[in-house]
């Protein structure tokens, strides 16, 4: 019985939830398209508890830190579960919507964050000089496909040589058109064979062997 | 320059701005608290919105008599039983369920969105001027290059070696695209530090210089 | 019955199933493919030596994105882990894994501690290595980029959806001059990208033969044959129902979008 | 010279630091070739005769650097011609935005009642309009600060929409100048220009093929080669300036680094 229980009736569940899903997509009818809209729900509930195995996770590794007092590590995770706490606090006590919590989340996350999305214009810009370098012959064409684009979206080869613009917009037109959606198709089939392969039980390296 | 919140929060927005910035030299102690700040806020909100989607979605709904979603909040109970190792097995009915769930939703959009939408459109698409027949080769030749159960020799060998051509100038030209924008958000965020907190960025850099100093005067980098 | 123009689309979901099921049935009985070399698996090895060599630790981040636990782009990522794993815990090299959901957390949890016993040395496993790191793209790379900076990781392993800020984990690791391999399954830019960035990646449909070849079950190497043969039958629709649209008969168009 | 294939990095961030500072400190006009869209927006304005009636619907909530840099060079364009404006908002947070366009383009130094009008939002989106353009007084009997505008010098003449001699449209999305167009400027043809962000830019090419639009401005490079005609150089070009010229540093960089990494591979062929 517990063979049955601690093995076979996960894979059950996952395989039945998984092709319903699917399945339901396309038929039209309201009590079937219902209930795939409240599986949605569960997935929030579900995955809102899974948040706290995480936050579970962070207190445990910063805990150690602290506890250790690690060399440079222990002020920044004291740092971190400060600003955890404090937001959690603050945010269930005075709900999401009051003023102290909006100004202390934009103060705490906002300018960090932006900053982060922001470094990626500098990543870009060194990874376009040092990384790209035409090894191979196909280096060179994925080189000379990234330059044309560059002259084309920035006015510069309108400025040098406008004919080749003509030929960038054709470029992006005709081949990449069929190459983008080649890849789109591609990407597709892949993501459906690993979907299948989680759903009908053949990768089961999610549930793990053990006791 | 009266001492109000607003300057005091636009101080330390300028101090963790800085702060993030100066990976760009070197990982050093003050991004590393930007960093630990960044992460444990954000968690708090999430923690704070996942208390918020328990309650509406979960208890309100079952108080208010939908008492079906009981199965949810009590599989979300479960994950906690992965700490109990005797019953860390039990944690695999909520991971079922989140798996077959979200595998499915998310097969189903490709099915739909990139595969049966595009097939239509190629098929719908004839081949009588030249520009519609490249398109055709050109996706044709990058599919071929995908194959992996047959030998890549002979015209099969060639069909895949120009599609892995097609491959990497597709890749080549969406890079390229994206440029525009990323620098667009570089530009945007040196905007917001030099027009509206001068006085600010000057309070910012003085902290965070003490900060630089203490790095590389006091320890020399390991 | 069926939502507008989704109806020819719900039989092909069926056939899709048939035909997978089908096939790694086959496998089961014993049909094997010869599958093509994909030079990214050895590279992961080389990568693990090379971290062992200077003694420093591996990075393996399973992605950021929304779906959790079965988004189908880390169905790779799983069977690549668990690799992972059992050969850091074999050769004694310290691996730190990065999670950016809260639920996947559990499963990545449970793969880590698995490979270490199924490697015999179940002492190799640290909690403390495998971190969540928030639940936001920009959080969990800045948490990825400190990780990756401060413990001079040799080699950073990045498979799954990373979205928008897979630019700044990949320089970052760059920047540490850490050996680099990816593999994604999206269409997006960030493909471009790790194109770019990585020394070794494994894009789309790559991703389903290196893992089916590193589980070596024949079921999962089954899987890869079934995606041959879909793309063999997408490509005969394509090129047939072109030409017979161009000669002016749309017979099957329609059905298609029936 | 092999040391041109591997600037180190730091190099390169203060490169574009560099790049990015010294044209937001001071602004310098970017040289763009200018396209044709912009040149009939241009002209449009330029050949207005002094105190003729322009209806301008506006969609500026923030100062970014697409709608807010449009809004402000073409209300100091239209200044230099002392046109008479009238402005009209979808959007709440843009009759907030208008306040800054007037302000930041010295058209609130000028006679408020008969230079210039502020509306604000007007609910009801194309059923307002509509009745908008048949009878403007008593669709919007009160302007955006709440006094009436029967009794001012500017409705003296202008009842209605075919008393505006240029309508002008700002838009980012819906209600936009798809609105506008289906029910101001096509059923009254009215002569017409618009300004539009760059995503939402594709979907002008049609209007501007039928001659609905006569002049457009595409995006915040459209707003850059306005800016130059005019000479107003603004928050467009400062935040294009970056851009431009990160684009010709990194191409001059690439085609260096590769140049000079195969001359080391051929000459190590070589000896």
Redesign the interface.
Known sequence: MSIVLRRYMPLVITAIL??FM??S?????PAITGISADLGKW?MI??S???????I??F??HG??IARMEKGRWIPSIALLGSLILTTVLGLTTGIESDQYTSLYDLL?GA??LT??S??GF??F???Y???RARTWEGGI?LGGTLLVMMYQVPIAELFYPPLNVFTKWLLDVPFAGG?RA?????G??????????I?G??K??M???E | MEFTVAWISLAISGILTIA?YS?LY??NFS??I??HI??GS??GH?LVMAFKNIKEIGTDRVIGGDVIYVVPLLLGVL?FF?YKREY?WV?RY??AV???????????A???G???KQ??E???????NLNNIVV?LA??LT??Y???????TGAVGVAARLGRMML?L??????A??LVS?IGSAVARFDWLFTNIPYVTIASTLVFSIFVIYELAVKKPT | ???E???A??F???F??VV??GI?EWAKRGKT????KLAPIDAILEGIGRAVELGRPVHFSAGVDR??????????A??ML?YVAMNCAERDCRLITT?G???????I???VK?AA??AGKPEWYR??D???????Q??Y???V??II??EHVATNLMFGYHR??L??M???G??AGALQIGGM???T?E???M???CDYFLV??????A?AYI?G?S??I???????Y??FL??A???I???L??VGI?T??KI??W | MSYLERIP?KIIFLLLIIIITVPLVRPFPVFVPISDHTRNFYNVIDTLEPGSVVLIGTNVATRDIENYPMGVATLKHLKTKDAKIITYCFWADAAMGTEWLYHDSGYDKLIYGTDYVHLGLVPGEDAALSSFCLDMVSTKPVDHHGNPIADMPIFQNVKSIEDVDLVITFGGGTPGPDNWARIAIIPYNKLAIVAVTADFAARMYDYIRLGIFTGALMGQRGCVEYESITGFAGRATSMYAPIFLSHILLLILMVIGNGVYLYNIRKKEEG
């Not at chain 2, 989140?98 to 189903?108: D, N, P, Q, S, Y």
């Not at chain 2, 995908?146 to 890549?152: A, E, L």
């Open positions: 998984g092709f699917i399945l997509y396309p038929i039209d009818n997935v579900l995955a508890f899974g948040l706290g195995i995480g936050a996770n962070m445990l590794v150690h830190a996350v960090g964050r982060f999305t470094l990626r990543f870009m060194s990874a376009f040092r990384a790209f994925m983008n890849i789109t198709i591609v990407g089939i892949a993501m459906i064979i690993m979907a299948i392969r989680m009908s053949i990768d390296t999610w793990g062997r053990g | 993030v990976f070197r990982e991004f590393r930007a960093e960044l992460i954000f968690t999430t994950f992965r860390a944690t909520p991971l989140l798996i077959g769930i979200t595998a499915g939703v998310e097969a189903r490709r099915f739909h990139w595969i049966w097939l239509i190629t098929i719908s698409s004839p081949l009588n055709f996706l044709v599919i071929s995908f194959t992996f159960t047959i030998k890549h990497l597709t890749f080549g030209m969406t890079i695209m994206d990323r | 019955m069926f939502f123009e989704r109806g689309l719900f092909f979901m069926i899709v199933f997978a099921y790694s493919w010869e599958l093509r779906a959790g636990p079965g988004d189908p782009d880390r169905g790779h799983y069977p668990r999670v959901k809260g639920d996947v957390y559990a499963v949890d449970q793969i698995e016993i199924d909690p403390d495998v971190r969540f790191l928030g639940e936001d920009f959080v790379a800045a948490g980029m400190g900076s401060r928008g800020a630019i700044n990949l320089e970052a760059r920047m399954a999206r269409m830019g493909l471009g990208f194109a770019l960035g789309l449909e790559e991703l389903v033969a893992s589980s079950e079921g999962q089954g899987t890869v044959a079934t995606q041959d879909l793309k997408l490509i629709i394509i090129l129902g072109s030409l649209y161009t749309d099957l168009y298609l979008a | 990095r």
